[in-house]
């Protein structure tokens, strides 16, 4: 089983829709969590922060849940421009310090 | 502020030939990685250093791969004898917290990647 879990998709959404991802982490050591986003034939770039408390940046909001150790990211309002893979990225700080990505889900948004 | 700079950003070679690629991080980022990322997967961790020491080389693989970050600035990755199964663009990533146990929280800066494609 791999540690940082997320279905691959991909997700055909029309704009202005609204579409949530989820992502599962098996390791209850791990302390930090992040979402990167990743175009097409370009490296990762950091979408956001996961706070325990959850968050939000414009349009996307982000929670963990820390007992069921998932993830979650909902993009409301979704743009053409939102078209990209979302890895979900976790950091391990005891046991040997990692940053651990998943493999991505894949969102189109279609006019 | 400049970003992380890698390069080739493309190599094209045959099964056994070798390959290197380099890798400048950001200016006063303590901690250097290397991600191998096959097409329609995630990133997967090759090796991290924290200045010139390697914090974590677990998933490199040793008998083909080798890795060096000598002045704990810039870093080499290295392949010899090349595989086809290691056709996969290799990003080298940077951050400015040092690792400490414990602390978690570390947000990386990508470079734009070096493509290998082996024939």
């Known amino acids: 089983r791999k540690e940082v879990e997320q279905d691959p998709g991909p997700f055909n959404v029309p704009e202005g829709a609204t579409v949530a991802f989820n992502c599962t982490y098996s390791n209850s050591a791990s302390q930090s969590f992040f979402w990167y986003r990743q175009d097409c034939r370009k490296e990762p770039k950091l979408l956001m922060s996961v706070y325990s408390s959850g968050n939000e940046d414009g349009r996307f909001t982000a929670q963990l849940n820390r007992a069921s150790q998932y993830i979650s990211l909902l993009i409301r309002d979704s743009k053409l421009s939102d078209s990209a893979t979302y890895l979900c990225?976790?950091?391990?700080?005891?046991?040997?310090?990692?940053?651990?990505f998943g493999a991505g889900t894949r969102l189109f948004v279609k006019a | 502020e400049a970003g992380v700079a890698q390069s080739p950003r493309y190599k094209i070679i045959e099964k056994r030939q070798s390959v290197a690629f380099w890798c400048n991080p950001i200016?006063?980022?303590?901690?250097l990685y290397w991600y191998q990322q096959i097409l329609g997967q995630g990133p997967k961790l090759l090796i991290q250093?924290?200045?010139?020491?390697?914090?974590?080389d677990s998933q490199l693989p040793k008998d083909r791969f080798s890795a060096e970050r000598l002045k704990g600035v810039d870093s080499t990755l290295k392949i010899q004898p090349a595989k086809l199964e290691d056709s996969a663009v290799y990003l080298c990533?940077?951050?400015?917290?040092?690792?400490?146990?414990?602390?978690?929280?570390?947000?990386?800066?990508f470079g734009a990647g070096s493509r290998l494609t082996v024939l």
């Open positions: 250093f924290q200045n010139n020491g390697v914090v974590d």
């Open positions: 200016s006063g980022h303590a901690t």
């Open positions: 990533a940077s951050s400015t917290q040092p690792w400490t146990e414990g602390s978690g929280a570390n947000v990386l800066t």
């Open positions: 990225v976790v950091n391990r700080g005891t046991g040997g310090f990692k940053t651990i």
